[in-house]
């Protein structure tokens, strides 16, 4: 059974960092592509990062610079690097995985909020 974990998110004044983590498993060698979104309240969710199964990132306009999406294939783990963050950047932050039959699957979120 597959399984995504989320963790890293919390609280954080505006201009700090945070980095994520999505520890897959049940899914070896059958990821394809990778990605993180996010749904602030009231809002649909958004993507904020991706790599394709040929590894080209994609970043949302509104993260870009400040944001780094990274796989570690040994562990099967992605990763968020997010610098600079802003108030608008609270949202909860979920873990997306394509495998190569194009099935999704989904990690549960894990929130961060950015405030003085």
């Known amino acids: 059974q597959v399984q995504l974990v989320e963790s890293g998110g919390g609280l954080v004044q505006p201009g700090g960092s945070l980095r994520l983590s999505c520890a897959a498993s049940?899914?070896?060698?059958?990821?394809?592509?990778v990605g993180w979104y996010r749904q602030a309240p009231g809002k649909e969710r958004e993507l904020v990062a991706s790599?394709?199964?040929?590894?080209?990132?994609t970043y949302a306009d509104s993260v870009k610079g400040r944001f780094a999406i990274s796989r570690a294939y040994a562990t099967n783990t992605v990763y968020l690097q997010m610098n600079s963050l802003k108030p608008e950047d609270t949202a909860i932050y979920y873990c997306n995985i394509v495998d190569y039959n194009l099935k999704n699957y989904w990690g549960k979120g894990t929130l961060v909020s950015v405030s003085s």
């Open positions: 790599i394709s199964g040929g590894g080209t990132t």
């Open positions: 049940g899914i070896m060698f059958n990821i394809n592509a």
